[in-house]
């Protein structure tokens, strides 16, 4: 019996139809192979691996999980004392004060979550165009107990400290958001006094 001989004008649509799949299925074992290796949010590199992958989408949100636990408790405390502020001012100011302070702690009063408010700071204070401007591949990483840096091929050393949950979180912007946290503390009970004596006044003129 002869060999099956595939005509001609097969020839054509078989090739296409090898390339396409292999096409498909190169990507998909890129990625497999990068999600085995790649590394835990557990280890220093893993962290802020991931922090790279969120600035590059510009979503300094989806970061907001490697910073350390002070600089989280510092959001949500911005946040809760802005909404309280807020809440107030709604409640007590005469206008034309009550719309300029309220829009102006609105963002913050109704962010839905610390990553929320995060997100606006690193916007607000060019913290994302800071971290893309230096961001780059992994150099080395230096471990001192539950404080690690990670230093890249450029130089510029990250410093991170392991949460109480394992993830190591970036340290770069907990002073700022603990001082910002204090002072929107301040502004609150500030409020709340202005507050009580436009409160006061309204009934002296009953």
């Known amino acids: ?43 220093p590199e893993g962290a802020y691996l991931r922090i790279m992958v969120a600035v590059n989408r510009g979503r300094p ?33 005469p206008e034309p004060e009550r719309t300029r302070v309220s829009e102006a702690y609105r963002a913050l009063a109704e962010a839905p979550d610390g990553a929320d408010v995060f997100g606006l700071y ?36 990250y410093p991170m400290r392991r949460r109480d949950n394992g993830i190591w979180g970036l340290t770069l912007f907990t002073a700022a958001l603990v001082a910002e946290a204090e002072k929107v503390a301040r502004d609150a009970a500030l409020v709340d006094k202005a507050a009580l004596d436009y409160e006061r006044a309204r009934s002296a003129g009953r």
């Open 1 to 43: 019996m002869g060999r099956a001989v595939i005509p001609k004008r097969l020839h054509g649509s078989v090739r296409p139809a090898w390339v396409g799949l292999g096409a498909l299925v190169v990507p998909l074992l890129l990625v497999a192979w990068a999600w085995v290796t790649y590394p835990s949010d557990h280890t």
């Open 61 to 93: 949100e989806d970061f907001f999980a490697y910073t350390e636990t002070e600089a989280q408790h510092a959001c949500y405390t911005i946040r809760d004392y802005r909404k309280r502020a807020r809440d107030r001012v709604l409640a007590a100011y």
């Open 122 to 157: 690193a916007r607000e204070r060019a913290w994302l165009d800071r971290l893309r401007r230096d961001l780059s591949r992994v150099d080395k990483v230096e471990m001192a107990g539950e404080r690690a840096t990670v230093q890249t091929v450029r130089g510029t050393r």
